[in-house]
């Protein structure tokens, strides 16, 4: 990344903006020292928490806007517009004959509805009445077939205006192939509809299957606005507070694991709808992957909602067949379930009188009952603070908590469920846990994986508050939890490359597969990429390039995507992508046809990934533990009554100030162990110990020799 011309430190900062908090995590790029801190987020402007965190962290580091070399950010702007459903009158254009695309759209029926009997289609994203036809039509293989109707495209921009709509997605079909028609529907429009926003799908999605394609550029359409007011709003600001003759490099988190300059991300906003819950990922898989676990399932858990995903040796998966919302977006991205099991989701009695947890949120404000700010419905965080599981305060005492008007709330809702005051809280949590075990369980075992094979890595202000359940309900292999998880998302944005996606498809058989011009394919999206990272101010020895294609068995609806290495593209290299691709097959879906030669291999989507490489910030090792005694006296603070379970009711239990936990010391539950932006509640019957790298390793106390086989694999020395 560019760094400022300033005399002065360098310092790169990360910040993750969440529905209750801001985390910012600061990088002295000269001495490797890390700084993290968080403060509450301001939902109706979400710059003053940002600035205020900027502020902050710099104060910590006795720095100065001066200082500041770039700065990574991670919104939800994009992704709660499209999970609130609150999207803008949208105008869309499609070729003639083709108006109902969206209505007719996929019969596949969501997973969790057992059939369609149960499934009723969402709302579309745009109305019947906003949809209009333009005429002309290319084939897929880019002829065209009619002329394009430019009286006819004039009528229809001309239409859109008088209605006031200004912002339309273009989507004709076999655009992929050639786009000259969506480049003539664009002239049009900004010719005689000057003020509106225009995505066309060219450059959103170049890849068939128009109805995904309508979608993804519907999507880029409806989020542009706002993300580009959002994204300038906070560079402003920046560039104000830092006082800078020259713009401050502003980078924002991208759903494919990487980050993009702020400039460029107005033209690309689609690619941000999962800018936080990416981030979150990629940090959870560098710690855990240096800490020596290849098989990871994240937990973010935040104020909001909870982000699961796969991280398999240090890389998080991708896919393309995501959604946000009721909306399907197929750009790449990593593979995030998200569920509304955060802090602040409501605790609620359904019509028929059962006990129900979120998806509702009671977000930063008014937020829990406990925090008196006007809340007035009890909450995931009101219970685990009356069951003593988290201090009656949070960020180290900058936020006192009123348990008593979280308690008052618990009471109430127990009454009307007629249970006694702990079942009612251990019930809230009890199913909270199980909306995170399901979330967990589409991303893994719905993918054929062993969930027992793998580590739960724990982050997020409640991510961790419980994991010991987690295990007990999916059998995991134990926890992984990082120093200040809280702050993870934040981390993991100083992690992360530039990063610039490009497809082309391009179908054809593989016994008839031209080489020459799947090389010029791969070239031309090669050289796309290398301007795009040009435009970042990376140099060309910098630039790196990863190849993928989609392949599938000719009459499969869906493909496989695979490796594809560099090198010229004749026989030998198309030979070694397919035997790729059959030996991923029988991977994800158990047979492959390798050896029938009836059954045909199609090439169907070329693939490019620009990448611009950063330094990532160096991990460093915890200093050894004296001992058992040792570890009583240094970190040892309290000792308070936590509720675990309702039939044994309160225990007496250890609290442990985490910052004084040093590698290799070893704690049995029940136990509290606390940190500023977090806490990790250990239920009875676990143990936790303290890798090198400071992470809390916590398996089940049967499993003790495990887990210190497992910290073993990673502690140099041990107590």
């Excluded at 003053?48 to 580091?61: A, E, H, I, S, Y």
């Excluded at 979608?215 to 830092?242: G, Q, W």
């Excluded at 800078?244 to 690619?271: C, R, W």
């Amino acid at each position: 990344m560019t760094a400022s011309t300033s005399p002065g430190r360098r310092i790169r900062i990360g910040i993750d903006t969440g529905g209750t908090f801001t985390d910012v995590v600061a990088l002295d790029e000269d001495s490797g020292e890390l700084v993290t801190t968080k403060t509450p987020s301001t939902p109706s402007n979400p710059a003053d928490g940002f600035l205020t965190g900027v502020r902050k962290v710099l104060d910590l580091m006795g720095a100065s806007g001066d200082d500041i070399s770039a700065v990574s950010h991670g919104t939800t702007v994009a992704t709660n517009k499209l999970l609130e459903g609150k999207v803008e009158a949208l105008g869309f254009v499609t070729t003639e004959g083709y108006e109902f695309i969206l209505e007719i759209a996929r019969q596949a029926v969501p997973d969790g509805y057992g059939n369609s009997y149960f499934w009723v289609k969402p709302p579309r994203i745009v109305p019947a009445d906003y949809v209009k036809t333009v005429g002309g039509r290319m084939d897929f293989e880019g002829n065209e077939v009619r002329p394009f109707d430019e009286e006819r495209a004039v009528a229809v921009a001309r239409w859109f205006k008088e209605r006031g709509i200004t912002t339309i997605a273009v989507c004709f079909l076999h655009s992929y192939a050639d786009d000259s028609h969506e480049l003539a529907m664009r002239e049009v429009l900004r010719r005689e509809h000057p003020e509106a926003i225009v995505s066309i799908s060219s450059e959103v999605l170049r890849e068939y299957r128009e109805y995904e394609r309508s979608m993804t550029t519907l999507v880029d359409a409806a989020v542009k606005p706002n993300v580009s007011r959002y994204v300038a709003n906070i560079h402003h600001r920046l560039d104000e507070f830092v006082g800078s003759s020259e713009k401050l490099p502003f980078y924002i988190m991208k759903s494919n694991g990487g980050v993009l300059s702020a400039d460029e991300v107005v033209h690309q906003p689609i690619t941000t709808v999962l800018s936080g819950p990416a981030a979150g990922a990629l940090g959870a898989g560098l710690i855990a992957g240096r800490a020596g676990f290849d098989k990871v399932l994240t937990c973010d858990g935040g104020g909001t909602s909870t982000d699961v995903s796969v991280v398999l040796a240090g890389e998080p998966t991708l896919t393309t067949e995501g959604t946000v919302g009721a909306y399907p977006s197929k750009i790449p991205m990593i593979d995030v379930v998200t569920v509304g099991a955060g802090g602040g989701s409501i605790a609620w009695i359904s019509p028929e009188g059962s006990l129900k947890v979120g998806p509702q949120s009671a977000g930063a404000d008014p937020g829990p009952l406990c925090y008196a700010k006007g809340g007035t419905e009890p909450t995931i965080t009101d219970a685990h603070v009356t069951l003593g599981r988290i201090p009656p305060h949070l960020l180290g005492g900058e936020i006192p908590l009123d348990v008593e008007a979280a308690r008052g709330g618990i009471t109430e809702l127990a009454a009307r469920l007629g249970l006694d005051f702990e079942r009612c809280a251990t019930g809230i949590l009890e199913i909270s846990a199980w909306n995170q075990a399901n979330a967990l369980r589409q991303v893994s075992v719905k993918r054929g994986l062993d969930v027992r094979d793998f580590m739960l890595a724990t982050f997020g202000g409640s991510g961790s508050l419980l994991a010991c359940r987690l295990v007990d309900i999916l059998g995991l292999a134990g926890v992984v939890v990082p120093q200040n998880p809280g702050n993870v998302s934040a981390f993991g944005l100083l992690t992360v490359d530039v990063k610039n996606d490009y497809v082309q498809t391009s179908v054809a058989r593989h016994h008839a597969l031209d080489h020459a011009a799947v090389q010029k394919t791969f070239d031309d999206l090669t050289a796309k990429a290398a301007s795009a990272l040009d435009a970042e101010g990376f140099p060309r020895e910098a630039h790196r390039y990863t190849r993928t294609v989609d392949l599938r068995y000719f009459g499969q609806a869906y493909e496989v995507r695979v490796a594809a290495p560099e090198g010229d593209v004749d026989e030998a290299y198309a030979a070694g992508v397919a035997s790729r691709f059959h030996d991923e097959h029988r991977a994800l879906y158990g047979y492959d046809f390798r050896d029938d030669p009836t059954q045909q291999v199609e090439w169907v989507n070329l693939r490019v990934t620009g990448v611009g490489p950063i330094t990532r910030p160096e991990l460093r090792d915890l200093a050894p533990s004296d001992g058992a005694a040792d570890v009583r006296e240094r970190a040892h603070r309290s000792v308070r009554p936590v509720c675990f379970d309702a039939e044994v009711g309160y225990v007496d239990t250890d609290v442990w100030w985490r910052p004084e936990l040093l590698a290799g010391d070893a704690i049995e539950g029940p136990a509290v162990i606390e940190e500023f932006g977090s806490t990790v509640p250990v239920h009875p019957g676990f143990v936790v110990r303290v890798d090198t790298l400071g992470n809390l390793v916590i398996t089940k106390s049967a499993d003790a020799d495990t887990a210190r086989t497992v910290t073993a694999q990673t502690n140099t020395t041990e107590a």
